[in-house]
Protein backbone atom coordinates (compact mmCIF):
# COMPACT_ATOMS: atom_id res chain seq x y z
CA UNK A 1 0.00 0.00 0.00
CA UNK A 2 1.86 3.39 -1.23
CA UNK A 3 -0.23 6.74 -0.83
CA UNK A 4 1.59 9.98 -2.92
CA UNK A 5 -0.28 13.16 -2.21
CA UNK A 6 0.81 16.50 -4.37
CA UNK A 7 -0.67 19.79 -5.24
CA UNK A 8 0.38 21.70 -2.52
CA UNK A 9 1.86 25.14 -2.48
CA UNK A 10 1.93 28.55 -1.43
CA UNK A 11 -1.18 30.66 -2.08
CA UNK A 12 -3.05 33.94 -1.51
CA UNK A 13 -5.90 34.28 1.12
CA UNK A 14 -9.26 33.36 -1.12
CA UNK A 15 -7.11 31.12 -3.68
CA UNK A 16 -7.47 27.72 -5.01
CA UNK A 17 -5.67 24.48 -4.43
CA UNK A 18 -6.37 21.11 -5.36
CA UNK A 19 -4.67 18.59 -3.74
CA UNK A 20 -4.63 14.80 -5.05
CA UNK A 21 -3.62 11.52 -3.50
CA UNK A 22 -2.11 8.71 -5.51
CA UNK A 23 -2.77 5.17 -4.16
CA UNK A 24 -1.15 2.32 -5.38
CA UNK A 25 -1.29 -1.40 -3.77
CA UNK A 26 -5.13 -1.28 -3.37
CA UNK A 27 -8.37 0.20 -4.68
CA UNK A 28 -9.91 3.44 -3.45
CA UNK A 29 -13.04 2.06 -4.28
CA UNK A 30 -13.29 -0.63 -1.73
CA UNK A 31 -12.02 1.47 1.32
CA UNK A 32 -13.16 5.16 3.25
CA UNK A 33 -10.58 7.44 2.27
CA UNK A 34 -9.38 10.59 4.44
CA UNK A 35 -7.65 13.79 4.14
CA UNK A 36 -6.11 14.94 7.36
CA UNK A 37 -4.05 18.71 7.98
CA UNK A 38 -1.47 18.96 10.41
CA UNK A 39 -0.45 23.10 11.38
CA UNK A 40 2.97 23.48 12.95
CA UNK A 41 2.46 22.53 16.99
CA UNK A 42 -0.91 20.83 16.27
CA UNK A 43 -2.41 17.07 16.34
CA UNK A 44 -2.64 16.07 12.85
CA UNK A 45 -6.81 17.02 12.66
CA UNK A 46 -9.39 14.99 9.82
CA UNK A 47 -10.50 17.40 7.34
CA UNK A 48 -12.45 15.38 5.13
CA UNK A 49 -13.48 11.52 4.82
CA UNK A 50 -14.94 9.48 1.35
CA UNK A 51 -16.78 5.91 2.00
CA UNK A 52 -16.16 3.01 0.38
CA UNK A 53 -19.28 3.72 -2.36
CA UNK A 54 -18.41 7.05 -2.60
CA UNK A 55 -21.87 8.29 -2.09
CA UNK A 56 -21.13 9.53 1.37
CA UNK A 57 -19.01 12.35 2.59
CA UNK A 58 -17.81 14.35 5.57
CA UNK A 59 -15.95 17.71 5.95
CA UNK A 60 -15.15 19.04 9.00
CA UNK A 61 -17.18 22.02 10.03
CA UNK A 62 -14.79 24.84 9.20
CA UNK A 63 -14.20 23.86 5.49
CA UNK A 64 -17.61 22.40 4.72
CA UNK A 65 -18.84 25.21 2.12
CA UNK A 66 -15.02 25.29 1.35
CA UNK A 67 -13.55 22.26 0.50
CA UNK A 68 -14.52 18.92 -1.51
CA UNK A 69 -13.40 15.25 -1.36
CA UNK A 70 -13.63 13.35 -4.35
CA UNK A 71 -12.21 10.44 -5.95
CA UNK A 72 -11.86 8.43 -9.50
CA UNK A 73 -11.98 4.97 -9.24
CA UNK A 74 -10.55 4.53 -12.65
CA UNK A 75 -7.18 6.43 -11.78
CA UNK A 76 -7.20 5.22 -8.36
CA UNK A 77 -7.14 8.94 -7.19
CA UNK A 78 -8.92 11.08 -4.26
CA UNK A 79 -8.99 14.61 -4.15
CA UNK A 80 -9.37 17.75 -2.10
CA UNK A 81 -10.29 20.62 -3.76
CA UNK A 82 -10.00 23.20 -1.54
CA UNK A 83 -11.38 26.95 -2.63
CA UNK A 84 -11.65 30.14 0.00
CA UNK A 85 -8.31 29.22 1.35
CA UNK A 86 -7.80 30.86 4.38
CA UNK A 87 -4.02 31.95 6.56
CA UNK A 88 -5.37 28.95 9.38
CA UNK A 89 -5.83 26.38 6.80
CA UNK A 90 -2.21 26.53 6.10
CA UNK A 91 -0.73 23.04 6.95
CA UNK A 92 0.69 19.86 5.83
CA UNK A 93 -1.96 17.77 4.27
CA UNK A 94 -2.04 13.92 4.61
CA UNK A 95 -4.32 11.43 2.61
CA UNK A 96 -4.66 8.28 4.55
CA UNK A 97 -6.18 4.72 4.18
CA UNK A 98 -7.40 2.52 7.00
CA UNK A 99 -6.97 -1.45 5.45
CA UNK A 100 -8.02 -3.70 8.58
CA UNK A 101 -6.07 -2.41 11.45
CA UNK A 102 -2.92 -0.96 10.05
CA UNK A 103 -3.83 2.80 8.87
CA UNK A 104 -1.51 3.78 5.69
CA UNK A 105 -0.46 8.08 5.71
CA UNK A 106 1.29 9.39 2.80
CA UNK A 107 3.92 11.78 2.91
CA UNK A 108 2.39 14.89 2.92
CA UNK A 109 1.92 18.03 0.85
CA UNK A 110 2.79 21.22 2.69
CA UNK A 111 0.03 24.35 1.85
CA UNK A 112 0.21 27.67 3.04
CA UNK A 113 -1.33 30.31 2.71
CA UNK A 114 -0.26 33.97 2.87
CA UNK A 115 -0.28 37.31 1.37
Known amino acids: VQLVESGGGLVQPGGSLTLSCAAS????????MTWYSQAPGKERDLVATISSTGGTTYHKKSVKDRFTISRDSAKNMVYLQMNSLKPEDTAVYYCKVQVGFVAYWGQGTQVTVSS
Open 25 to 32: GFTVSSYA
